[in-house]
């Protein structure tokens, strides 16, 4: 090995070797950063849409490399260190996701904050789908219909049948944006979100605008999830690792045994932007 070699190879160590990741999916954006993922299963690169879930985006990597202040859940102090570090996925479902980041393992914790979602409607095609051609949101025009009209028992639901019925037309005919919209969702069109198919990394939550630490990555593509997650980067090397992970031994509430965490999760290629 010449001399020029070894300095080559002291600098590409230095730098994580990043220059050596070979990535099985073409980046979206070759300024995006990447974040490797090791887990007790193998190591899963994601690249991150930046410029496309800015604040999602900055809330994930700074949890990840332990520069963004949370909420200790056991403590209740404040405290900067890696978040992800040692958590286990909690939910695991064959052909649809896998689900971590909640700090106590069960998928009610959180980093003692919550953050508005980053997704376009427009982007995602939602203005122009009908709520009639859209079955996946048939759930959510029985939650706009049950609050608008009261309902809250079967005896209200036999007692307004007629009001349901004619409501039901009525909201058929909106876009599902609109239907979304009316149930909470706030869109920002001037933003280019993406769609929740295989691969992907979003933010899991409990409803408009309560996103903390916790993301689901998608074994399979997932049309109803688009509009209510924002979805802010896709995997890059180790799909392998994510259909492993899916397809995993489970027992109750779909936890993992035994159990599977992330050992550490860190910037691998830094932003270019």
């Known amino acids: 090995m010449t001399m020029l070699s070894v300095m080559l190879l002291v600098v590409l160590v230095a730098l994580g070797c990043e220059g050596q990741i070979k990535y099985e999916r073409q980046l979206a954006d070759e300024k995006n950063p990447v974040v490797r993922m090791q887990t007790t299963s193998g190591d899963i690169y994601l690249e991150l849409f930046e410029k496309d879930a800015p604040e999602t985006v900055a809330n994930f990597i700074g949890l990840a490399e332990g520069t963004k202040e949370f909420t200790d859940p056991k403590t209740k102090a404040k405290v900067k260190r890696p978040f992800y570090d040692g958590l286990k996925f909690h939910r695991v479902i064959n052909n649809f996701m896998m689900q971590g980041g909640c700090p106590l393992g069960t998928g009610t914790g959180d980093p003692g904050y919550k953050f508005k979602d980053e997704i376009s409607a427009e982007a995602l095609g939602l203005t122009q789908i009908k709520v009639a051609d859209a079955p996946y949101a048939g759930r959510d025009l029985q939650m706009y219909i049950g609050r608008k009209l009261g309902i809250y028992s079967q005896e209200d639901a036999?007692?307004?049948?007629?009001?349901?019925?004619?409501?039901?037309?009525?909201?058929?005919?909106?876009?599902?944006?609109?239907?979304?919209?009316?149930?909470?969702?706030?869109?920002?069109?001037?933003?280019?979100?993406?769609?929740?198919?295989?691969?992907?990394?979003?933010?899991?939550?409990?409803?408009?605008?309560?996103?903390?630490?916790?993301?689901?990555?998608?074994?399979?593509?997932?049309?109803?999830?688009?509009?209510?997650?924002?979805?802010?980067?896709?995997?890059?090397?180790?799909?392998?690792?994510?259909?492993?992970?899916?397809?995993?031994?489970?027992?109750?509430?779909?936890?993992p045994q035994p159990e599977i965490k992330i050992t550490t999760l860190r910037v691998a290629k830094k932003s270019k932007h």
């Open 158 to 255: 036999q007692a307004k049948m007629a009001e349901i019925q004619t409501e039901w037309n009525s909201v058929s005919q909106l876009s599902v944006a609109e239907l979304y919209a009316a149930n909470g969702y706030a869109y920002d069109n001037s933003l280019k979100s993406h769609k929740a198919v295989r691969g992907v990394i979003a933010m899991a939550n409990s409803g408009p605008n309560t996103n903390g630490s916790q993301f689901f990555i998608n074994q399979v593509d997932t049309p109803h999830l688009d509009g209510k997650h924002t979805v802010f980067g896709q995997v890059v090397k180790g799909m392998d690792i994510v259909d492993k992970i899916c397809n995993a031994p489970h027992g109750p509430n779909d936890q």
